[in-house]
């Protein structure tokens, strides 16, 4: 069973930088399809960025640029740099994994990801 935390989030003005961090159980991010969600009040969870095999990522056109996705293999940690932060990137941010190829990861929704943390808080006022 694969366990995620989140951290790191918190309230952030317009133009501020955040780092999520997400903690993981046994051996998960060598072999797993890692990503970033999000959902804001009212909206569907979208997807952030993901990472397969520790180098080929994907990120929203909404972010790029200005988030960045990695992780510590030797830690089992998933991080997300955000910068340039704006009011609209305003979500509960969720860490999640699956162990499927990786044809099912860079780019996949959440439908696809098996295992979630329960979230992280991001307000960014203006």
């Known amino acids: 069973q694969v366990q995620l935390v989140e951290s790191g989030g918190g309230s952030v003005q317009a133009g501020g930088s955040l780092r999520l961090s997400c903690a993981g159980s046994?051996?998960?991010?060598?072999?797993?399809?890692m990503g970033w969600f999000r959902q804001a009040p009212g909206k569907e969870r979208e997807g952030v960025a993901t990472?397969?095999?520790?180098?080929?990522?994907y990120y929203a056109d909404s972010v790029k640029g200005r988030f960045t996705i990695s992780q510590d293999n030797a830690n089992d940690i998933l991080y997300l740099q955000m910068n340039t932060l704006k009011p609209a990137d305003t979500a509960m941010y969720y860490c999640?994994?699956?162990?499927?190829?990786?044809?099912?990861?860079?780019?996949?929704?959440?439908?696809?990801?098996?295992?979630w943390g329960l979230g992280t808080q991001v307000p960014v006022s203006s």
């Open positions: 990472l397969w095999g520790g180098a080929s990522t």
């Open positions: 046994g051996n998960t991010y060598s072999s797993y399809c």
């Open positions: 999640a994994a699956h162990s499927g190829p990786g044809s099912l990861c860079l780019a996949s929704g959440p439908e696809y990801f098996v295992y």
